[in-house]
C-alpha cells in the first residue's frame, strides 16, 4: 500500500518511497538540513555569553542578568528586596557572588536553576519541582550534545501544535526543565516528546477525525473511541487541545466497508427477518459453520449462506425455528 506523506519541509504531499522518507525532494531534505543547523547554531550563540560566566566567581549586575536570564532592573529588584546578596565597591562599581545567586535559587525551589549549575547530591529528598540542568565544563562535544536537547518554546508550540498557554502551564504542572536564555524559554526535548509527543504512525496517516466525527461516524461513544483507540495503537495526534484520530486505521478496525456490504446481515437483522431471537441466529450459524464475521459488537453473517440453511429448515422441519 502506498503511502502519501506530507513533507516536513514545504508541507506538499508525496508519495514515500519506504517509510523513513520525510521530504518530498532532495532540494528539501537540503534545506531542512541547513535550517536545523542554524537553529543549533543560534541556540549555540544564545548559550556563548552564559557558558563564558560559568569560571567567574563576581559578576557585575549586567553579568548577574544575562546568567539569571533576566533584565538588569530586575536583578537590581532582588537586591532591593534583600533576596540577593550584593556587595558595593565604590558609588559606581558593586559586585555579586554566583554563589549567592545559588543560594538564593536554592531556598526557592521551581522548575528551573542556573544553567551552568552542577546539581548537587541531595542529602534529603529534594522538592517535587526542583530541577537542575548540568553541563560539564571541559568536555565541549558532551556540552554541545546536552544544550541541543533543549529546544525554544516557538519550537515546541510549532512541533505539537499546541498554545502557548499551555505551553506554560503543562510544562509547569509535569514539571518539565527549562532553561531560559536571553529572555527565551528552552524546553527539554525528551520530556516534550513525551509530554506532547505523537506516535511514528502519524506521519504516514492523510485523514484525521475529530472525536465527534468518530463518534457519529462509527456510531461509538467517547470512551469507547478512546478505549479503541487506546488498545489497538490507533494513531492518535493532538493540535491546539484537540485530539485527533486516524480516519484509515478506524475504518479498518470497524470494518466499515463489511457494515455497508448488502450481502451481510447483522445477527439483529437475520432475527427480524425470520423472526427469532439473536441468539437463534447466532447458534443456527454455529451449527452449520458458517462464518461469522465480528466488527466491533456486531456479528455479520453472509446473507447467501444464511439465506440457504433458512430454506433447508423449512423445506426440511416446516418452519425455522429450532428443533
Given at each position: 500500500?502506498?503511502?502519501?506523506?506530507?513533507?516536513?519541509?514545504?508541507?506538499?504531499?508525496?508519495?514515500?518511497?519506504n517509510g523513513m522518507q520525510k521530504y518530498c525532494c532532495e532540494e528539501c531534505q537540503t534545506k531542512a538540513k541547513e535550517a536545523r543547523k542554524k537553529r543549533q547554531q543560534d541556540f549555540m550563540n544564545a548559550m556563548e555569553p552564559v557558558i563564558g560566566l560559568q569560571n567567574q566567581e563576581y559578576l557585575t549586575f549586567a553579568k548577574a542578568a544575562i546568567l539569571m536570564g533576566c533584565s538588569r532592573q530586575y536583578v537590581y529588584k532582588l537586591v532591593n528586596e534583600g533576596k540577593l546578596a550584593a556587595s558595593r565597591i565604590s558609588s559606581?562599581?558593586?559586585?555579586?557572588?554566583?554563589?549567592?545567586?545559588?543560594?538564593?535559587?536554592?531556598?526557592?525551589?521551581?522548575?528551573?536553576?542556573?544553567?551552568?549549575?552542577?546539581?548537587?547530591?541531595?542529602?534529603?529528598?529534594?522538592?517535587?519541582?526542583?530541577?537542575?540542568?548540568?553541563?560539564?565544563?571541559?568536555?565541549?562535544?558532551?556540552?554541545?550534545?546536552?544544550?541541543?536537547?533543549?529546544?525554544?518554546?516557538?519550537?515546541?508550540?510549532?512541533?505539537?501544535?499546541?498554545?502557548?498557554?499551555?505551553?506554560?502551564?503543562?510544562?509547569?504542572?509535569?514539571?518539565?526543565?527549562?532553561?531560559?536564555?536571553?529572555?527565551?524559554?528552552?524546553?527539554?526535548?525528551?520530556?516534550?516528546?513525551?509530554?506532547?509527543?505523537?506516535?511514528?504512525?502519524?506521519?504516514?496517516?492523510?485523514?484525521?477525525?475529530?472525536?465527534?466525527?468518530?463518534?457519529?461516524?462509527?456510531?461509538?461513544?467517547?470512551?469507547?473511541?478512546?478505549?479503541?483507540?487506546?488498545?489497538?495503537?490507533?494513531?492518535?495526534?493532538?493540535?491546539?487541545?484537540?485530539?485527533?484520530?486516524?480516519?484509515?486505521?478506524?475504518?479498518?478496525?470497524?470494518?466499515?466497508?463489511?457494515?455497508?456490504?448488502?450481502?451481510?446481515?447483522?445477527?439483529?437483522?437475520?432475527?427480524?427477518?425470520?423472526?427469532?431471537?439473536?441468539?437463534?441466529?447466532?447458534?443456527?450459524?454455529?451449527?452449520?459453520?458458517?462464518?461469522?464475521?465480528?466488527?466491533?459488537?456486531?456479528?455479520?453473517?453472509?446473507?447467501?449462506?444464511?439465506?440457504?440453511?433458512?430454506?433447508?429448515?423449512?423445506?426440511?422441519?416446516?418452519?425455522?425455528?429450532?428443533?
Open positions: 500500500m502506498k503511502q502519501v506523506r506530507k513533507c516536513k519541509y514545504c508541507g506538499k504531499e508525496f508519495v514515500a518511497r559606581r562599581m558593586a559586585f555579586i557572588r554566583k554563589a549567592d545567586i545559588e543560594k538564593m535559587l536554592a531556598g526557592n525551589p521551581y522548575h528551573r536553576v542556573l544553567p551552568t549549575s552542577r546539581p548537587k547530591k541531595p542529602t534529603t529528598k529534594p522538592a517535587k519541582s526542583n530541577y537542575e540542568i548540568s553541563l560539564p565544563k571541559s568536555d565541549d562535544a558532551q556540552l554541545e550534545s546536552e544544550v541541543l536537547d533543549y529546544i525554544s518554546g516557538e519550537e515546541v508550540m510549532n512541533i505539537y501544535k499546541v498554545k502557548k498557554s499551555w505551553l506554560y502551564t503543562s510544562a509547569k504542572k509535569n514539571q518539565v526543565p527549562i532553561c531560559r536564555i536571553a529572555g527565551k524559554n528552552y524546553y527539554s526535548r525528551k520530556h516534550m516528546d513525551k509530554l506532547f509527543g505523537v506516535s511514528a504512525d502519524v506521519e504516514a496517516v492523510s485523514e484525521w477525525l475529530t472525536m465527534k466525527e468518530a463518534q457519529e461516524l462509527f456510531d461509538m461513544s467517547a470512551a469507547s473511541v478512546r478505549s479503541n483507540a487506546y488498545r489497538h495503537h490507533i494513531p492518535t495526534k493532538r493540535e491546539y487541545g484537540q485530539t485527533y484520530y486516524s480516519k484509515d486505521h478506524f475504518e479498518q478496525l470497524r470494518r466499515t466497508d463489511l457494515v455497508a456490504d448488502d450481502s451481510y446481515y447483522t445477527a439483529k437483522e437475520a432475527a427480524e427477518k425470520y423472526g427469532m431471537s439473536t441468539a437463534n441466529v447466532g447458534i443456527i450459524a454455529k451449527k452449520n459453520s458458517i462464518a461469522m464475521v465480528k466488527v466491533g459488537v456486531k456479528n455479520l453473517i453472509p446473507k447467501a449462506d444464511f439465506d440457504r440453511i433458512m430454506e433447508e429448515r423449512l423445506a426440511l422441519y416446516g418452519s425455522y425455528s429450532i428443533v
